[in-house]
C-alpha cells in the first residue's frame, strides 16, 4: 500500500486508484488497515477480465469520520462502507473493475433497457465508451449502454439535439439531456435525476442509505410497496424494503431485533448517536404516524442489551456489564470492546493482566459493544476504557498507548475513590 500526500494530485495521475483514509489516533483503522493490506495484491493485479487497481493510504486528511475507502476514478469518486473482511473487499472492487459498457444494437434492445432496469442510460453515440465505462465503475446500479442505431432517436420520439435519455423506474420517468458529453457533466445529470424513493436489503443499498446522503435509515420488514410513504419522506429519511427472505441475523443484531413479526418497522439514526425506534403496525396509517412522530421528536428510543448476570464478585472476577445495567455501577474500570475487533482480541490479555495487578483494590467489568448499548453514552470505537466516578458522577475515557504501563498510570490516577458497595 503506497502513501501519499497530495490527494488531488495523486487522482489526477491514476485512471484509477483505491485510497484509505486514517487517522493516527483511530484504533478502528488499524484493524480495518490489516484486511486492506491482505488484499492489495489481489486488488493491485486484478482477476482475469479485470484491471489492477492501485492501493494507497493518505493520512490525517480532513474527513468527519475514519477510516473511509474510495474509489476515485478519474477524479470523482464512490465510497465503500460494507464489510472489510478481506474477500469482501476484493469483490467490492472486482465488481467495479469488470464494470463493461454493452451495444444496443436492435430496435428490441433498446426498449428493453429501460423496461428492465431500475435506472438506465443511453447515449446516442459510440465516442463516449470509455467515459461510459468510468461511470458505471462509479454508478454500479446504473445501466449504461450507447447506441448507433439509425432510427434509435425515432424510436424514443428524440431530437437530434438530445445527446443521452435516462430512464428511471423501469421506464416510468424519462430525462433528455441536451448538453455537452463529458464525464463530470454526465455524473452529475445521473446523480441529479436519480429518483432513490426506497430500496430493496442489499449490500449496496445499505451502503447508498447510509452514505449517500447521511439521513436517518428506515427499515421496514414487510413484502408490501411502501413506495408512496418513501416518497413522502425521501428528503428526511432513507427507506430500505427488507423481505422475508433477505432478512439475515447480522442485521437484526446490528439493529437490536430479537426475532420478527410483521410487519416492523425501525428507524436507525446515524445523525443522533445511532439512536433507534420500532414499532409493530398493521396499518399504512400507523407507519405513517410513527414516523411522524419520529420527525417531530416525539419518540423514545430503544437500546439493546444481554440479560444481566448475576452474583458475581468484583474482588475474584472481572465483572461481565450489559446494557442495562451500566448505569448501576460505580467506582469501576470498564473495558468496552467487540468480538470481531482484532485489536481488542491483542487488549483482552493485558486488562486481564490489570485486573490481576489491581486485584481485590479496584473494580473491573467488560461491555460488549456489538451486544449492548446505553443510554447516553455512545460507543464511539473499540477498544475503549473508561473509568465511572461515583463521587463526581463523571466518565473519564481513557486517551492513550494500549500498554500495561499507559494504563496503569490512569488507573491509579483515577481510581483514588473506594469502590462501593453495590458492587
Not at 468480538?339 to 490481576?356: A, Y
Request: hydrophobic share 35%.
Amino acid at each position: 500500500m503506497t502513501n501519499i500526500t497530495n490527494l488531488e494530485k495523486w487522482v489526477q495521475k491514476q485512471n484509477y486508484t483505491l485510497i484509505f483514509f486514517t487517522r493516527d489516533d483511530c484504533n478502528h483503522c488499524q484493524r480495518l488497515e490489516e484486511e486492506l493490506e491482505k488484499a492489495s495484491e489481489m486488488i493491485n493485479v486484478g482477476t482475469p477480465g479485470s484491471i489492477g487497481i492501485p492501493v494507497a493510504r493518505i493520512k490525517n486528511y480532513e474527513l468527519n469520520r475514519y477510516p473511509v475507502l474510495r474509489l476515485y476514478v478519474k477524479g470523482l469518486y464512490t465510497e465503500h462502507s460494507g464489510e472489510w473482511e478481506q474477500k469482501k473487499l476484493e469483490a467490492w472492487t472486482d465488481i467495479r473493475a469488470l464494470s463493461y459498457i454493452s451495444d444496443s444494437d436492435s430496435e428490441p434492445t433498446i426498449r428493453w433497457i429501460h423496461e428492465s432496469h431500475n435506472i438506465s442510460v443511453l447515449v446516442f453515440n459510440d465516442q463516449f465508451k470509455q467515459e461510459l465505462k468510468w461511470l458505471k465503475t462509479l454508478k454500479h446500479h446504473v445501466h449504461f449502454t450507447y447506441t448507433t442505431l439509425p432510427n434509435a432517436r425515432s424510436l424514443l420520439n428524440v431530437g437530434e439535439e438530445t445527446t443521452l435519455v435516462m430512464f428511471t423506474e423501469k421506464g416510468l420517468n424519462r430525462y433528455d439531456y441536451d448538453g455537452e458529453i463529458t464525464y463530470e457533466k454526465v455524473f452529475k445529470f445521473v446523480e441529479d435525476h436519480e429518483e432513490k424513493y426506497y430500496q430493496e436489503f442489499t449490500q449496496e443499498s445499505v451502503e447508498t442509505a447510509f452514505y449517500e446522503p447521511k439521513k436517518p435509515v428506515l427499515f421496514i420488514f414487510d413484502e408490501k410497496d411502501y413506495r408512496d410513504l418513501a416518497k413522502t419522506h425521501q428528503k428526511e429519511i432513507n427507506t430500505i424494503l427488507v423481505k422475508q427472505d433477505q432478512v439475515t441475523d447480522r442485521l437484526l443484531n446490528y439493529l437490536g431485533v430479537k426475532g420478527i413479526q410483521r410487519p416492523l418497522a425501525v428507524i436507525y439514526d446515524q445523525t443522533h448517536s445511532q439512536k433507534k425506534y420500532r414499532t409493530q403496525f398493521s396499518e399504512l396509517s400507523e407507519l405513517r404516524k410513527f414516523v411522524n412522530n419520529f420527525l417531530n421528536k416525539k419518540l423514545e428510543p430503544y437500546y439493546k442489551s444481554q440479560t444481566p448476570v448475576k452474583n458475581e464478585n468484583w474482588e475474584k472476577q472481572i465483572l461481565t456489564i450489559v446494557g442495562e445495567d451500566l448505569p448501576k455501577h460505580d467506582n469501576i474500570f470498564i473495558y468496552f470492546y467487540s468480538g470481531w475487533c482484532k485489536v481488542c482480541q491483542q487488549f483482552t490479555p493485558i486488562f486481564e493482566q490489570l485486573f490481576q495487578k489491581y486485584r481485590g483494590q479496584k473494580a473491573f467489568g467488560m461491555f460488549d459493544a456489538s451486544e449492548n448499548e446505553v443510554k447516553d453514552q455512545f460507543i464511539k470505537e473499540v477498544p475503549m476504557i473508561r473509568w465511572y466516578n461515583s463521587q463526581t458522577r463523571q466518565v473519564v475515557t481513557f486517551d492513550g498507548p494500549l500498554t500495561l504501563e499507559a494504563i496503569s498510570e490512569f488507573i491509579d490516577k483515577q481510581g483514588k475513590k473506594q469502590v462501593s458497595d453495590d458492587l
